[in-house]
């Protein structure tokens, strides 16, 4: 079993920066792709960031391209997602995942292991 722990979520005036982590137990996360994503209210959970196993392979969704960054220490068995110029839209809990695919999944079935979540909020 892996057990996953975000942490770094906050309020935040647009234009500015937050840094999630996701820190596991359990297991290394050094086998997983590693995935976050986010849950706005009344909508879908949604992928924001993917990345493989070794940290080479990196997929983003195109509202978040340019301003989000997805990195890993698998020493510290730790995922990173760094926000910048950060918007009123990317109000929503982000969730970290762990998924056996380990080029970095898309899509939530893929994941087999979940974090609770942590809250963003952007003020305009």
């Known amino acids: 079993q892996v057990q996953l722990v975000e942490s770094g979520g906050g309020l935040v005036q647009a234009g500015g920066s937050l840094r999630l982590s996701c820190a596991g137990s359990g297991r290394t996360l050094g086998i997983y792709g590693m995935g976050w994503f986010r849950q706005a209210p009344g909508k879908e959970r949604e992928l924001v960031a993917a990345?493989?196993?070794?940290?080479?392979?990196?997929t983003y969704a195109d509202s978040v391209k340019g301003r989000f960054t997805i990195s890993r220490d698998n020493a510290k068995n730790t995922v990173y997602l760094e926000m910048n110029s950060l918007k009123p839209e990317d109000t929503a809990i982000y969730f970290c995942?762990?998924?056996?695919?380990?080029?970095?999944?898309?899509?939530?079935?893929?994941?087999?292991?979940w974090g609770q979540g942590t809250q963003v909020t952007v003020s305009s």
């Open positions: 990345i493989s196993w070794n940290g080479r392979i990196t």
């Open positions: 995942a762990a998924g056996n695919n380990a080029v970095g999944a898309t899509t939530i079935r893929e994941y087999d292991y």
